[in-house]
């Protein structure tokens, strides 16, 4: 199966191309090594094993989601994503968010800004040797301090607030970046997550960002988020059905 697209339009003219059952091989290379992770440390390229404190919170999130109902029973219920309140593709760690995978970044002297496609967020880096800011100081993506190494960008993290667990992480958790230019069209990405509240280790990987066809395009996720009413819309209706059945049951 083929998504639809003007017959005659290029690439270039839809920004996507997604006849390839939605995965663009104009905008990706494949991997030139034989790993089979992204994480490259520990060796064996898993995420270490967690805490008991991880487990502890692992199993009060469970007991939480449980007490909360299913996933349509609330808005709050949700995916962070569904909401269009944050994805996987912000970060810090910057991972692949499944479409819309794309950053602008722009630099000057004192400032690193990243553009985030996917839900538009940007991140903003000083690199002015500022501080960290204060513990009490709380952001979705944290609150970075970038600084460079030679010809590659450091960027370290901190200060989550803990609502957007990537990899299960707690507000604990510590994200250092860095971006490497190796050609024109290529940076090597690696990121590191120390979190001791939720593992027994700190762990690594890297991936490829690569040049792609711009520009980026304006994500409206909330202006045009109809799906999550209409879900829930229709639980409801499933529900009312169901509850007008079981009284006709019951009379007969």
Known sequence: MK???PSRATTADVHYDFT????DRSQATLATGLRTSLI????NGRIPPLTASGERIMADREEAARLRGG???????????????IMAGAGPPMMDAGYNSNYQIVQNRDYVMILVEMIHDARLIPLDGR???DSNVRQWMGTPRGHWEGDTLV?????????NPI???TENKRVTERFTRIDAETIVYRFTIEDETMWTRPWSAELLLKETIGPIFEHACHEGNYGMANTLAGARMEE????EAAAVQKKN
Do not use: M, W
């Open 3 to 5: 998504a639809l697209r």
């Open 20 to 23: 390839q059952f939605g995965l």
């Open 40 to 43: 490259f440390d520990p060796p």
């Open 71 to 85: 996933r349509y029973d609330a808005i709050e219920n949700g995916s962070l994503g569904e909401r269009c309140l």
């Open 131 to 133: 501080e960290q800011a």
């Open 155 to 163: 960027v370290e993290t901190a200060n989550f607030n803990g609502k």
């Open 167 to 169: 990899f299960r992480s």
């Open 240 to 243: 009312r059905l169901a509850t």
